[in-house]
């Protein structure tokens, strides 16, 4: 009886963890879609404003807008590295992705214009989708021409000033690697167009939001790192994403 009264107490702070976890959602969620709702309409009308400048408010207004929701969850966020970004130079940024929270985190926070490459089917979603369209390339990963398309408005949007932001891993992680293994995309616009790479470091939210849970959400300190940016040279597609993630895992192992 004894053992079995102390199991209760060793288990009793991961129930009310899990507890607080999903009453701190629910209020993720509705803290989430009421701030959104006051910033949709001049988040749209940064479209009457000429490129780049009209993506430079639409991304300034997302960073006020998911700073003070970040407060409101009790996860404060730094950013390390903004200085590797050189004025006038345009860059595509690779990130890991371990949560759902990584995807209101990089963009905004990249300093400059900004796009990402992001799945059409978000667009379904009423209201955020036109928000989610306007700062992404869309993309249909089940067809070919869609992917081919994808990649030439990525290259449009580089060509424009905007830097590309991607998850070169695809999805979030759910191996057991620190990082998982990196799709091609990514390395071959940075080969084609000759433009650097900047590696990013998001830290803390697979603590916040882990992926083996579901409607679970914890305050948690988040960081961003933007390490020093890589130039493609004569690498091929391989070797560039070889060195890539090579960096992204040493920083990750030291640093997490």
Known sequence: ME???NEVKR???NILIAAFARIWALWGIITFVS???LIFIPSMATKLVKNPRGMWWFIL?????NTFWLFLIGSPLKVFGKENFKKGTTYIVTSNHNALLDVPLLCPFVPG?????????FTKVPLFGWYYARGAVLVNRDNVA???RSFELMKEALK??????IFPEGTRNKTDQPIAKFQDGAFKLSRDTKTPIIPCIIIGTKKACPINERFFLLPARLEIHFLPPVEPEDMTIEALKLKI????QDFYLLHS
């Open 11 to 13: 288990d009793s702070p």
């Open 160 to 165: 424009q000033g905007f830097h590309m932001c």
């Open 3 to 5: 053992s079995i009264k």
């Open 61 to 65: 207004i997302s960073k006020w807008w």
């Open 146 to 148: 869609s992917r081919k």
């Open 245 to 248: 993630h090579t960096i992204m």
């Open 113 to 121: 214009a900004n796009q990402t490459i992001a799945k059409d089917s």
């Open 35 to 37: 701030t959104f709702l």
